[in-house]
Nanobody, 115 residues
């Protein structure tokens, strides 16, 4: 079993910043991808950012240039630096890890951007 524990959400003003973190723990081995999806109630999940085991990244178009995903060298901790946050970024952010064909999910953290 792999458990993903995330933190870092909160309430910020438009233009503010937050940094999300996600740590994978449990029994696993090997290179895996990590990242975040987000969901607004009643909407589909959106992939926000992903980073592979060899640190290749991809982003949702609307967050490019504002969000940066990174990971620790030992590959069980990922971070999502979110700058210039806008109300459209308000959502629950769910960290994920992918090992082989299995996906593991964090508990979600609320990000609210409001003036």
């Amino acid at each position: 079993q792999v458990h993903m524990v995330e933190s870092g959400g909160g309430l910020v003003q438009p233009g503010g910043s937050l940094r999300l973190s996600c740590e994978a723990s449990g029994i696993f081995f090997g290179i895996f991808s990590m990242g975040w999806y987000r969901q607004v109630p009643g909407q589909v999940y959106e992939l926000v950012a992903k980073i592979t085991g060899d640190s290749r990244t991809n982003y949702k178009d609307s967050v490019k240039g504002r969000f940066t995903i990174s990971r620790e060298e030992h590959k069980n901790m990922a971070y999502l630096q979110m700058n210039d946050l806008q109300p459209e970024d308000t959502a629950v952010y769910y960290c994920f890890g992918n090992v082989g064909n299995r996906d593991y999910w964090g508990q979600g953290t609320q990000v609210t951007v409001s003036s």
